[in-house]
């Protein structure tokens, strides 16, 4: 068995990590000046909680609003805990943080985009066992080389507003 980095598995968990600290932190102090959440989820999804009559209106996905009417804000390892205004009636719901779909703040043109599956794994990329993992040598130690090479090498990086550009560090093919 060959080991493999699963970075989409990975990334993925620790943005619905961030949201989580999001909303504990909106849980402790409220939502600060103008930002609000749309949060879409797979209704299907186990573990999603909510009334019946909402399962009937959004048998595969809802999105909830998190702005001027919720409460019982309560956040945990697996899920969150949230109650909302329905045409001016309450309604508990329990969302795993697995189902979100979507996450959105529009009043700073925030947004992400998960992948669900049902067995608590994200969906990924798959894995490509059909190459054969090859090791990579450098040309020349680093100790050998000039430190003129060196510092042409990271002179010629272009910073501009904190992104950096790697091309110089492309190998010419």
């Known amino acids: 068995m060959t080991f493999r980095i699963d970075y989409e598995t990975r990334m993925q968990a620790s943005l619905r990590l961030a949201i989580r600290?999001?909303?504990?932190?909106?849980?402790?102090?409220?939502?600060?000046?103008?930002?609000?959440?749309?949060?879409?989820?797979?209704?299907?999804?186990?573990?999603?909680?909510?009334?019946?009559?909402?399962?009937?209106k959004y048998p595969k996905e809802m999105t909830i609003?998190?702005?001027?009417?919720?409460?019982?804000?309560?956040?945990?390892?697996?899920?969150?805990?949230?109650?909302l205004n329905f045409n001016n009636k309450t309604e508990k719901m329990n969302i795993p943080w697995n189902s979100i779909l979507n996450f959105s703040d529009p009043s700073v043109n925030f947004s992400l985009q998960f992948q669900v599956s049902v067995d608590d794994t994200f969906i990924s990329v798959p894995n490509k066992t059909a190459e054969t993992p090859r090791t990579l040598k450098p040309e020349k130690p680093i100790e050998k080389q000039k430190k003129s090479s060196r510092r042409n090498l990271t002179n010629n990086v272009q910073n501009k507003d904190n992104i950096i550009d790697f091309e110089s560090f492309r190998k010419p093919n």
């Open 65 to 83: 609003v998190i702005q001027n009417w919720f409460s019982n804000l309560k956040v945990g390892e697996k899920d969150f805990a949230i109650a």
């Open 21 to 56: 600290q999001i909303l504990l932190d909106v849980a402790k102090d409220g939502l600060p000046g103008n930002h609000h959440f749309y949060i879409s989820f797979n209704s299907t999804y186990p573990g999603v909680k909510m009334s019946p009559w909402l399962m009937e």
